[in-house]
């Protein structure tokens, strides 16, 4: 991949939102001083992350914040989305460590957006479990009286899709449950938690709250009636599932009598308002019929009872993690999204977008970040009110069950002695932001 140079970026409104994110077990570090989460149960369980690795100190941020908030000043971005553990609020002094995160953030001009949920949850909650919602709640007016005057923009969840489809269905992330379709009261619990925090947001006086779904669009492998249908079932379980109750107030048809509880009335908590909508976006998916076996994709099993396999996409470059490059996806989807959801749909923050290559003079994520932010101007000027971008990441990280293999970041972290390296994209994104102003 290539990026034009000669040709600059097109310029994004001057309120427009730019940032980088990162999540609090990826990066923290610092486990021995915390609860355990159900990732760290799931890390000491032999086989489960490819490499052996654990977070336990990963990039050990939790001791070295500081000098990666001064690589968030020097890089220029406006906001810097991190996540709040759970497990150390729970812990003595957690609560304490944000506290001083989000008065440098402040002090170094970044607006924090912590996300209150990033798939670590206390091992004493489980989503299959509906009281965990409350518990939720109840956490995060914790944080927003603690953090509140000085936050003002929030995230309530990232991606309790792939949470529930990787964790609880699939048993490739933690808590590593294989319950397969069982797995739904896991997305109802995690959309009904998500309301309740709005409104305990609200009752601390939060006026900007948005969530962090993940979605793409998804292509059908041919025109033959079997592999429509079969697209058009997964774009229901991963987009339409955890997009219509928040946009919507209502599941697509036929979910919603296999949801737990009064779902009725659970959907009004859901369909809570908020002031912007939160995507992460890394690729489409192509989609078809089942093939009668399970199906190895993207470092996933798939198995074979499953109504649909997922296909490769042919003639894309892919990132070294094997994902399909297709920024031209981005634009597909937020127009799509604009579409289905009309005056329902609120402004559009991107919340995450990256790729996983290796080296520092790394002129590929340089290709990929470029097309992305042309391609989201592309749905600004189709009239899509999109009012932020942020990329993942701003540190390589522990990638999940992928351990330490992935590097997703704009500076590189050398785990043995954790010294930060910027990157060749970390320099690009440091001078389109100046361009940009």
């Known amino acids: 991949m290539a990026t034009d140079a000669g040709n600059p970026i097109p310029r994004f409104p001057a309120d427009f939102l730019w940032g980088v994110s990162t999540s609090a077990h990826q990066i923290e570090g610092a486990a021995d001083e915390r609860e355990p989460s159900v990732w760290d149960r799931f890390e000491a369980e032999p086989g489960r992350i490819k ?19 001064a690589l968030l000043a020097d890089l220029g971005v406006d906001a810097y989305r991190f996540s709040i553990s759970w497990p150390r609020v729970n812990s003595p002094g957690g609560l304490d460590f944000y506290d001083r995160l989000v008065d440098d953030l402040c002090a170094a001009g970044v607006r924090p957006v912590p996300t209150l949920f990033h798939w670590d949850l206390p091992v004493t909650q489980d989503w299959l479990n509906r009281d965990t919602a409350a518990h939720f709640a109840e956490y995060v007016s914790l944080v927003a009286d603690r953090l509140g005057d000085r ?60 969530i962090a779904n993940s979605h793409g669009p998804t292509w ?28 919507l107030g209502e599941y697509p048809s036929g979910l919603g009598e296999l949801m737990p509880g009064d779902v009725e009335s659970d959907l009004k908590v859901i369909a809570e308002p908020i002031d912007w909508y939160g995507i992460n976006y890394y690729a489409p998916s192509r989609v078809g019929a089942p093939q009668g076996a399970e ?35 981005l634009t597909e989807l937020l127009t799509t999204f604009r579409d289905r959801y009309g005056d329902r749909l609120p402004p559009v923050v991107i919340t995450e977008n990256g790729c996983s290559y290796d080296g520092v003079d790394d002129q590929d994520r340089i290709a990929y970040l470029d097309g992305h932010v042309r391609a989201l101007h592309g749905a600004l000027e189709a009239g899509v009110d999109v009012r932020g971008y942020f990329v993942w990441s701003l540190l390589d990280n522990f990638e999940w069950a992928e351990g330490y293999e992935r590097r997703f970041g704009l500076v590189h972290v050398d785990y043995e002695t954790q010294a930060r390296t910027p990157k060749a994209s970390y320099g690009w994104f440091q001078g389109m932001l100046r361009a940009q102003r």
């Open 220 to 247: 059908p492998a041919s025109q033959e009636p079997e592999d429509i249908e079969a697209a058009n079932f997964y774009d229901l379980l991963l987009n339409r599932l955890f997009a219509d109750p928040l946009l």
């Open 295 to 329: 199906i190895e994709f993207g470092g996933l099993t798939l198995p074979a009872e499953l109504p649909f396999s997922v296909r490769e996409i042919e003639n894309v470059p892919v990132t070294d993690f094997g994902w399909p490059v297709v920024p031209e996806g």
């Open 51 to 69: 490499d052996g690795s654990t977070a336990a100190v990963a990039c050990d941020h939790y001791h070295r914040h500081r000098e990666d908030v």
């Open 151 to 210: 936050v003002k923009k929030w995230i309530t969840l990232n991606e309790p899709a792939e949470h529930t489809l990787l964790g609880h269905a699939l048993g490739a992330h933690a808590p590593g449950k294989t319950l397969l379709f069982d797995a739904l009261p896991v997305a109802h619990h995690q959309l009904l938690a998500h309301g309740l925090a709005v409104r305990a947001l609200r009752a601390a006086g939060a006026t900007d709250i948005g």
